[in-house]
Protein backbone atom coordinates (compact mmCIF):
# COMPACT_ATOMS: atom_id res chain seq x y z
CA UNK A 1 0.00 0.00 0.00
CA UNK A 2 0.98 3.99 -0.74
CA UNK A 3 0.45 4.76 3.26
CA UNK A 4 1.99 5.16 6.00
CA UNK A 5 2.40 1.97 7.67
CA UNK A 6 3.24 1.06 11.39
CA UNK A 7 4.66 -2.01 13.57
CA UNK A 8 3.21 -3.81 15.20
CA UNK A 9 0.01 -2.38 15.71
CA UNK A 10 -0.69 -3.82 19.42
CA UNK A 11 2.36 -4.33 22.07
CA UNK A 12 1.74 -5.76 25.21
CA UNK A 13 4.73 -4.89 28.13
CA UNK A 14 5.47 -5.62 31.44
CA UNK A 15 6.70 -2.56 33.27
CA UNK A 16 10.09 -2.31 32.80
CA UNK A 17 10.52 -3.64 29.60
CA UNK A 18 12.37 -1.60 26.39
CA UNK A 19 9.97 -1.66 23.50
CA UNK A 20 10.72 -0.66 19.70
CA UNK A 21 8.01 0.72 17.87
CA UNK A 22 8.42 0.81 13.44
CA UNK A 23 7.27 3.29 11.32
CA UNK A 24 7.19 3.11 7.38
CA UNK A 25 6.81 6.21 5.94
CA UNK A 26 5.15 6.95 2.50
CA UNK A 27 7.86 6.56 0.28
CA UNK A 28 9.88 9.86 -0.98
CA UNK A 29 8.73 11.72 2.26
CA UNK A 30 11.21 14.16 3.80
CA UNK A 31 9.33 15.03 6.90
CA UNK A 32 8.43 12.24 9.75
CA UNK A 33 6.57 13.14 12.89
CA UNK A 34 6.03 10.55 16.03
CA UNK A 35 2.75 11.60 18.37
CA UNK A 36 1.61 9.92 21.34
CA UNK A 37 -2.23 9.81 21.85
CA UNK A 38 -3.46 8.44 25.32
CA UNK A 39 -6.65 7.43 26.06
CA UNK A 40 -9.75 9.52 25.52
CA UNK A 41 -7.24 12.49 24.26
CA UNK A 42 -5.71 14.21 20.93
CA UNK A 43 -2.23 13.12 19.95
CA UNK A 44 0.83 15.10 21.56
CA UNK A 45 3.69 15.65 19.38
CA UNK A 46 7.12 14.05 20.30
CA UNK A 47 9.43 14.61 17.69
CA UNK A 48 10.26 15.38 13.89
CA UNK A 49 12.79 14.35 11.74
CA UNK A 50 13.58 16.44 8.59
CA UNK A 51 15.11 12.93 6.56
CA UNK A 52 17.76 11.37 8.96
CA UNK A 53 18.13 14.74 11.01
CA UNK A 54 16.01 14.84 14.21
CA UNK A 55 14.96 18.51 14.19
CA UNK A 56 12.65 18.82 17.22
CA UNK A 57 12.66 16.27 20.04
CA UNK A 58 11.03 18.57 22.24
CA UNK A 59 8.00 16.48 23.13
CA UNK A 60 9.33 13.11 23.77
CA UNK A 61 8.13 12.73 27.91
CA UNK A 62 11.64 11.61 29.20
CA UNK A 63 14.90 10.44 28.38
CA UNK A 64 13.60 6.88 28.24
CA UNK A 65 12.12 7.95 25.15
CA UNK A 66 14.83 7.94 21.99
CA UNK A 67 13.84 8.11 18.26
CA UNK A 68 15.79 7.50 14.81
CA UNK A 69 15.74 7.88 11.43
CA UNK A 70 19.62 6.84 10.19
CA UNK A 71 18.53 6.40 6.21
CA UNK A 72 15.75 8.70 6.37
CA UNK A 73 13.38 6.61 5.51
CA UNK A 74 12.35 3.94 8.31
CA UNK A 75 12.08 5.13 11.89
CA UNK A 76 11.82 3.66 14.86
CA UNK A 77 10.60 4.91 18.28
CA UNK A 78 12.57 3.61 21.60
CA UNK A 79 11.12 3.40 25.10
CA UNK A 80 13.19 2.12 27.89
CA UNK A 81 11.91 0.61 30.82
CA UNK A 82 8.70 1.21 30.14
CA UNK A 83 6.03 2.75 32.80
CA UNK A 84 2.39 2.25 33.10
CA UNK A 85 1.93 6.03 32.01
CA UNK A 86 3.27 5.42 28.57
CA UNK A 87 0.42 3.02 27.95
CA UNK A 88 -0.94 5.16 24.60
CA UNK A 89 -1.09 5.05 20.91
CA UNK A 90 1.76 6.31 19.24
CA UNK A 91 1.32 7.33 15.77
CA UNK A 92 3.69 8.01 13.21
CA UNK A 93 3.07 10.97 10.47
CA UNK A 94 4.76 11.64 6.84
CA UNK A 95 4.46 14.71 4.84
CA UNK A 96 6.74 15.15 1.37
CA UNK A 97 7.58 18.50 1.54
CA UNK A 98 9.95 20.19 4.37
CA UNK A 99 8.00 21.18 7.20
CA UNK A 100 6.60 24.68 6.29
CA UNK A 101 3.78 25.66 4.20
CA UNK A 102 1.61 23.29 6.64
CA UNK A 103 2.27 20.46 4.10
CA UNK A 104 -0.22 17.83 4.93
CA UNK A 105 0.65 14.91 7.43
CA UNK A 106 -0.37 11.38 6.56
CA UNK A 107 -0.79 9.38 9.57
CA UNK A 108 -0.08 5.98 9.88
CA UNK A 109 -2.84 3.62 12.22
CA UNK A 110 -0.90 3.55 14.95
CA UNK A 111 0.79 1.02 17.55
CA UNK A 112 -1.41 0.29 20.68
CA UNK A 113 1.15 -0.12 23.64
CA UNK A 114 -0.43 -1.66 26.46
CA UNK A 115 1.95 -1.39 29.57
CA UNK A 116 1.12 -4.63 32.48
CA UNK B 1 1.59 28.23 23.50
CA UNK B 2 -1.65 27.79 21.67
CA UNK B 3 -3.86 25.24 22.79
CA UNK B 4 -7.37 23.96 21.71
CA UNK B 5 -10.95 23.33 23.03
CA UNK B 6 -13.23 20.42 21.56
CA UNK B 7 -16.57 21.59 23.15
CA UNK B 8 -18.29 18.48 22.74
CA UNK B 9 -16.71 14.80 23.74
CA UNK B 10 -19.58 13.07 21.88
CA UNK B 11 -22.01 14.30 19.43
CA UNK B 12 -24.93 11.36 18.42
CA UNK B 13 -27.11 12.47 15.44
CA UNK B 14 -29.84 10.87 12.52
CA UNK B 15 -29.02 10.27 9.60
CA UNK B 16 -29.46 13.01 7.02
CA UNK B 17 -29.44 15.71 10.13
CA UNK B 18 -26.63 18.48 9.78
CA UNK B 19 -24.10 18.51 12.16
CA UNK B 20 -21.79 21.27 13.80
CA UNK B 21 -18.60 20.29 16.05
CA UNK B 22 -17.17 23.23 17.70
CA UNK B 23 -13.42 23.97 17.94
CA UNK B 24 -11.96 27.18 20.15
CA UNK B 25 -8.35 27.65 20.21
CA UNK B 26 -6.41 30.33 22.04
CA UNK B 27 -2.97 31.76 20.90
CA UNK B 28 -1.77 34.63 21.00
CA UNK B 29 -0.30 34.94 17.62
CA UNK B 30 -1.76 34.22 14.20
CA UNK B 31 -2.31 30.29 13.72
CA UNK B 32 -3.13 27.58 11.26
CA UNK B 33 -6.13 25.49 11.38
CA UNK B 34 -6.87 21.89 10.82
CA UNK B 35 -9.92 19.41 11.04
CA UNK B 36 -8.57 15.68 10.64
CA UNK B 37 -10.76 12.67 10.81
CA UNK B 38 -10.29 9.66 12.78
CA UNK B 39 -12.33 6.18 11.74
CA UNK B 40 -12.15 2.98 13.64
CA UNK B 41 -8.71 1.10 13.24
CA UNK B 42 -7.32 3.78 10.55
CA UNK B 43 -4.85 6.91 10.70
CA UNK B 44 -5.77 10.75 11.03
CA UNK B 45 -6.99 11.92 8.00
CA UNK B 46 -7.15 15.45 6.56
CA UNK B 47 -10.70 16.79 6.15
CA UNK B 48 -9.76 20.37 5.48
CA UNK B 49 -7.45 23.25 6.74
CA UNK B 50 -6.95 27.09 6.99
CA UNK B 51 -4.47 28.77 6.19
CA UNK B 52 -5.14 32.24 5.02
CA UNK B 53 -7.20 34.04 2.99
CA UNK B 54 -11.47 33.30 2.65
CA UNK B 55 -12.28 32.31 6.08
CA UNK B 56 -14.66 29.29 4.56
CA UNK B 57 -13.00 26.79 4.02
CA UNK B 58 -14.46 23.56 2.10
CA UNK B 59 -12.76 19.63 3.11
CA UNK B 60 -13.70 16.61 1.64
CA UNK B 61 -16.99 14.05 2.23
CA UNK B 62 -19.16 17.80 2.27
CA UNK B 63 -17.39 19.19 5.44
CA UNK B 64 -16.95 22.64 5.75
CA UNK B 65 -15.46 24.89 8.23
CA UNK B 66 -15.25 28.86 9.23
CA UNK B 67 -12.55 30.53 10.91
CA UNK B 68 -13.74 33.34 13.41
CA UNK B 69 -11.41 35.48 14.39
CA UNK B 70 -12.85 37.56 16.80
CA UNK B 71 -13.94 34.48 18.42
CA UNK B 72 -11.04 32.63 18.19
CA UNK B 73 -13.56 29.25 16.73
CA UNK B 74 -13.24 26.79 14.01
CA UNK B 75 -16.28 25.22 14.13
CA UNK B 76 -16.91 21.87 11.60
CA UNK B 77 -20.47 21.36 9.83
CA UNK B 78 -21.89 19.15 7.41
CA UNK B 79 -25.44 19.61 6.43
CA UNK B 80 -26.25 16.02 5.81
CA UNK B 81 -24.25 13.48 7.59
CA UNK B 82 -24.46 9.90 6.17
CA UNK B 83 -23.82 6.32 8.34
CA UNK B 84 -20.10 6.06 6.91
CA UNK B 85 -19.12 10.15 8.63
CA UNK B 86 -19.39 7.97 12.43
CA UNK B 87 -15.94 8.27 13.40
CA UNK B 88 -13.74 10.63 15.77
CA UNK B 89 -12.86 14.02 14.93
CA UNK B 90 -10.25 15.99 16.04
CA UNK B 91 -9.41 19.98 15.48
CA UNK B 92 -6.17 21.02 15.59
CA UNK B 93 -3.84 24.15 15.08
CA UNK B 94 -0.21 25.13 14.38
CA UNK B 95 2.15 28.33 14.31
CA UNK B 96 3.18 29.87 10.89
CA UNK B 97 6.94 29.52 12.01
CA UNK B 98 6.79 26.39 13.30
CA UNK B 99 3.56 24.85 11.51
CA UNK B 100 4.82 21.36 11.46
CA UNK B 101 4.29 20.78 15.46
CA UNK B 102 0.22 20.44 15.59
CA UNK B 103 -1.45 20.77 18.56
CA UNK B 104 -4.61 18.63 18.70
CA UNK B 105 -7.77 19.29 20.54
CA UNK B 106 -9.00 16.07 22.87
CA UNK B 107 -11.75 14.99 20.02
CA UNK B 108 -15.42 14.77 19.68
CA UNK B 109 -16.42 11.35 18.12
CA UNK B 110 -19.75 11.44 16.00
CA UNK B 111 -22.08 8.72 16.30
CA UNK B 112 -24.78 8.77 13.19
CA UNK B 113 -27.98 6.53 13.57
CA UNK B 114 -30.36 5.27 11.16
Known amino acids: GAGVSQSPRYKVAKRGQDVALRCDPI?????LFWYQQALGQGPEFLTY????????KSGLPSDRFFAERPEGSVSTLKIQRTQQEDSAVYLC??????????????FGPGTRLTVL | AQSVTQLDSQVPVFEEAPVELRCNYS??????LFWYVQYPNQGLQLLLK??????LVKGINGFEAEFNKSQTSFHLRKPSVHISDTAEYFC????????????FGAGTTVTVRA
Open chain 1, 93 to 106: ASSLELAGGSDEQF
Open chain 1, 27 to 31: SGHVS
Open chain 2, 27 to 32: SSVSVY
Open chain 2, 50 to 55: YLSGST
Open chain 1, 49 to 56: FQNEAQLD
Open chain 2, 92 to 103: AVSLPYNDYKLS
